[in-house]
């Protein structure tokens, strides 16, 4: 029976933790060593890992998995009306790009299938090349190769949802001494992550499980609990979850502390439970891999040795990075495959100058005509569509220009100012969401929704009671259909 041995190589804030697994075709596993190794350095990992395969020489030059820390990651929720792979890869990149704070050509994308709310979206993922090859730099004096490079979290998720109920919605915290990166899944699909900077302190782990804590416990947890809630209520606004989290799943060396439960516990309503790899099917261990085995600090290790090596299963760095490379040797092996592939392309040439061009000619218009229903959804003001693309980028510089109040639409004041002025001036126990804002020369238009008419009233109120407006004025204001809020229509004028 084909055997190939995989090392999970987690870099976390303050462990580097490995598992290595024995893997056959036939896809039994066995766990062989666990180790764990608490970093010296801050910053840049690079001399704790040459200390880590030093204490742990049966680790060197294994085929490795490792992960992304979140942080250096971008994400973003999209919808497409195909679902066609290609397709998708072919498109999401004229989406993401205006979103990037650095230059699309300088970016690897990959992205996982989502639901919300009952529609099929996708998520997708944006790490810098340069970070991806210095992780592959990191670890190329001591491992095979480095085969897949992922999101740290994600791989727990397969083996999250073949094992707990996944179909409301859920949300796995891993809690590490710097940060926490929260998961949220919902209808058993993986929809959002997001990280939360912390700093608890941590000193060490007792056998019992427990951490010894500096500093400010309370304030920590405290802090991350309101963060996570904050998100949880944004995800509500913007429809891809209707209820609170039913439960939340702990891992990573945050989670040895039982203050953290009891945090979570105190402020959510949902069952607070910790992850354990060992109880999915079909893994064993060697007596020495039992020994070495700390479930909390381990598990995102133990998910990496096991990750599925198919397309499609999370996401993938490493392949984006391997499909960048073409060197003088890759060439050589593979002439002939080329040769027979450039004889194929002239033929399917020669057939297509035969049978003309009226199907391409069919696909650029349909192609031109989802161009244009794009930009008509993000600018249903511009009557006129000459070059997409072009107007698109203009639009995109003028609304920059506009929030740094560089343009003449504002007298006076720049967009900031106006936002700091409503946000101060609405008080938190109104229930008001803004759903259109718009910038005119000597005021702004707002629409949106309220629990009621009498606190659309009282919003005026406090509005008027500002330095920055001179007069405000209520539009048309109508009940919704749907959940008893009142749709309003305000008019603000400025000193």
């Not at 929720?77 to 790009?97: G, S, Y």
């Not at 261990?285 to 020994?291: I, L, N, W």
Request: proline share 4%; glycine share 6%; net charge neutral.
């Amino acid at each position: 029976m084909m055997t190939e041995r995989i090392l999970g190589l987690d870099i976390g804030d303050q462990f580097i933790n490995a598992v290595a697994v024995d893997r056959t075709i036939r896809g039994n596993t066995q766990v062989v060593y666990c180790a764990s190794f608490q970093r010296t350095a801050r910053g840049d990992p690079s001399g704790d890992i040459k200390r880590f395969f030093e204490q742990h020489e049966v680790l060197r030059q294994l085929p490795c998995i490792t992960a992304l820390p979140v942080r250096d990651v971008s994400f973003r929720n999209l919808f497409f009306p195909f679902h066609d792979d290609k397709k998708i890869r072919q498109t999401m990149a004229f989406e993401v790009e205006p979103l990037l704070p650095y230059p699309i050509t300088e970016a690897y994308l990959d992205y996982v299938p989502a639901k919300v709310a009952d529609k099929k979206t996708i998520l997708i993922a944006a790490a810098r090349k340069d970070i991806v090859r210095h992780y592959i730099d990191l670890l190329k004096d001591h491992v095979q190769e480095t085969r897949i490079i992922d999101i740290e979290g994600v791989p727990l998720v397969p083996f999250f949802l073949a094992h707990h109920l996944a179909s409301a919605f859920n949300i796995i915290l891993d809690i590490g001494a710097k940060h926490a990166v929260a998961l949220f899944i919902s209808e058993y699909h993986l929809f959002q992550i997001r990280e939360y900077p912390i700093e608890i302190g941590l000193t060490g782990a007792s056998s019992a499980g427990e951490k010894r804590v500096d500093g400010s416990i309370a304030d920590v947890y405290g802090n991350l609990c309101q963060e996570l809630g904050n998100t949880i209520e944004s995800l509500k606004w913007q429809g891809f979850v209707e209820a609170d989290s039913s439960h939340i799943y702990l891992t990573g060396s945050g989670a040895l502390d039982q203050e953290i439960r009891h945090a979570l516990s105190r402020n959510f309503s949902s069952d607070i439970d910790l992850i354990d790899m060992t109880a999915a099917e079909g893994i064993v261990f060697t007596e020495e891999a039992k020994r070495q085995w700390e479930p909390l600090l381990m598990n995102q290790a133990l998910a990496l040795a096991l990750r599925p090596l198919r397309k499609g299963e999370g996401f993938d760095f490493r392949s984006q990075e391997k499909r960048g490379q073409t060197g003088p040797k890759t060439l050589k092996k593979n002439i002939h495959f080329l040769a027979i592939t450039a004889g194929l392309i002239l033929f399917s040439l020669g057939v297509d100058a035969l049978l003309g061009d009226y199907e391409k000619k069919m696909q650029l218009k349909q192609l031109k005509s989802q161009i244009s229903s794009v930009f008509k959804q993000y600018n249903p003001d511009v009557s006129r569509i000459v070059d997409p693309v072009s107007q698109m980028r203009t639009k995109i510089t003028e609304t920059k220009k506009a929030a740094l109040g560089l343009t003449d639409d504002l007298t006076g004041f720049s967009v900031l100012d106006v936002l700091k002025s409503l946000s101060g001036s609405i008080p938190p126990a109104l229930e008001v969401l803004f759903t259109t804002f718009t910038i005119d020369r000597d005021s702004i238009i707002i629409k949106g929704e309220a629990k009621n008419f009498d606190t659309v009233e009282a919003m005026k109120k406090e509005l008027s009671n500002s330095r920055n407006f001179k007069s405000i004025a209520i539009g048309s204001t109508n009940l919704v259909k749907q959940g008893g809020k009142v749709e309003f229509n305000m008019q603000i004028y400025l000193k």
